[in-house]
């Protein structure tokens, strides 16, 4: 990827558990979103944080940012089945386009 | 649930064919976009606006083109459809107020399949 990195690729929990994904970019940034993807569709909103922000949370997300590492993690607490998807961070930095991540593709098993 | 509609859903199209992949908003967003995403991988930006009869090309080469003369209409052509151009074609379009971006909305994405 040219602007943005996850890591795991892909990650298997059990239902209950916490689910950590990271991203990390090469440039500066205005602000950071993260989005899911459940298969074959489109992508949906989650969170976005902001460059000058260094934590938030919505619901059972918690997302960091660490512009000095140019990084950003996204946890998932008490993750559900229903949580089963990919999930992207994508970067805004100055201009009116958005860099996507590599994605996490998570499964959580019941 | 994001007023963003895409049609068609899936085509399957044969070598050489020109085709048009339609996107609509309702939500009265300046900017939109074309991505172009294959199975479990990145999103790829081929195109975007910032509003009417504004186009410009994204960071991924692509033989496609777009036209924006509605705010609410972003229909991307491929003059002569390729087997590598199979993909998943998804549209988007967000809405900004002077430096601040917003989330991007998601239509369900097209997934074409040329033959």
């Known amino acids: 990827s040219q602007q943005g990195e996850e890591d795991p690729q892909a990650l298997s929990i059990q239902e209950g558990e916490n689910a950590t994904m990271n991203c990390s970019y090469k440039?500066?940034?205005?602000?950071l979103q993260w989005y899911r993807q459940n298969s074959g569709r489109g992508l949906v909103h989650l969170i976005l944080?902001?460059?000058?922000?260094r934590e938030k949370h919505s619901g059972r997300l918690r997302v960091t940012l660490d512009t000095s590492k140019k990084s950003s993690s996204l946890l998932i607490t008490a993750s559900r089945a229903a949580d089963t998807a990919s999930y992207f961070c994508?970067?805004?930095?100055?201009?009116?386009?958005?860099?996507f991540g590599t994605g996490t593709r998570l499964k959580v098993l019941a | 649930e994001a007023d963003i509609y895409q049609t068609p859903r899936y085509l399957v199209i044969g070598t050489g064919k020109k085709i048009t992949l339609e996107c609509s908003q309702t939500m009265g967003h300046d900017k939109m976009y074309w991505y172009q995403q294959d199975p479990g991988m990145e999103l790829h930006l081929i195109h975007y606006s910032y509003g009417v009869n504004s186009t410009e090309k994204g960071d991924l080469s692509s033989e496609s083109t777009v036209s924006r003369i509605r705010t609410e209409h972003f229909p991307l052509t491929l003059e002569s459809a390729r087997p590598s151009h199979t993909s998943q074609y998804l549209c988007?379009?967000?809405?900004?107020?002077?430096?601040?971006?917003?989330?991007?909305?998601f239509g369900p994405g097209t997934r074409l399949t040329v033959t």
């Open positions: 994508a970067m805004m930095s100055g201009t009116y386009k958005y860099i």
């Open positions: 944080i902001r460059s000058n922000e």
């Open positions: 440039t500066s940034i205005n602000n």
């Open positions: 988007a379009s967000s809405d900004w107020q002077g430096d601040t971006s917003y989330e991007q909305y």
